[in-house]
């Protein structure tokens, strides 16, 4: 695995995930699919975009985020202190990553903790974070790109810390899924060919039928 200590949403950063799988929107591939078995509609429009990337050298879009995301940003320092201060971890034990790449996809962790874990901040309004403390559900997407994180970088546990200035954080610490990890073994390198083939037919002008869907 290769680590780069690059600011996230700079143009380095930009440059080292362009045409790349990345965590965040990665759960498409373990959608069980019948457009271009065993992917679906959701893989596909992702294989379009990588596509654009890598044909193109340029990101599809800029990447700027929405109100939510802005927010995230700001609130982020903030709450990497609150799980230090919550006794998670040593402010030693709490480094910062760029991107890391590995098995031709990407993902960018807020946070690696010591030489064995990660951390996956998020930040909610004050409603949002009642009912998640209310009821712990979490959105299946975040624990699907903490999976990838994981599988990505070989980290054995991540933890998922969610804040909200006025209330108790929600906290909880996961571990490798083996059965998500072996689905990622099996989908990536197959999403990856795909791509690798789609890119060729627009060089080539040579669409396959199987992309014709």
């Not at 802005?70 to 910062?96: L, N």
């Not at 974070?129 to 970088?153: A, E, F, Y």
């Amino acid at each position: 695995m290769i680590i780069l200590d690059v600011e996230q949403g700079s143009d380095e950063w930009l440059a080292a995930r362009l045409g790349l799988p990345t965590a965040s929107v990665m759960h498409c591939l373990l959608v069980n699919g019948r457009l271009c078995p065993p992917f679906g509609a959701g893989a596909l429009d992702f294989l379009d975009k990588l596509a654009y990337e890598r044909f193109t050298g340029q990101p599809d879009g800029d990447f700027v985020g929405n109100a939510s995301t802005k927010r995230g940003h700001v609130i982020e320092p903030i709450a990497v202190q609150a799980y230090i201060d919550s006794g998670y971890a040593t402010a030693d034990d709490v480094i910062e990553a760029g991107i890391m790449l590995a098995k031709g996809v990407g993902a960018s962790p807020d946070r690696l903790i010591g030489a064995n874990g990660g951390l996956e901040i998020k930040s909610k309004n004050g409603k949002g974070m009642v009912t998640l403390l209310r009821n712990g559900k979490i959105d299946p997407k975040h624990i699907t790109q903490m999976q990838i994180n994981m599988w990505v970088s070989g980290r054995k546990w991540w933890d998922y810390f969610v804040y909200c200035d006025g209330l108790p954080p929600f906290y909880q610490r996961f571990c490798p899924d083996e059965k998500i990890h072996k689905k990622l073994d099996e989908r990536v390198p197959l999403f990856l060919a795909l791509l690798d083939e789609l890119e060729q037919a627009l060089i080539t002008g040579d669409m396959p039928d199987k992309f014709k869907v």
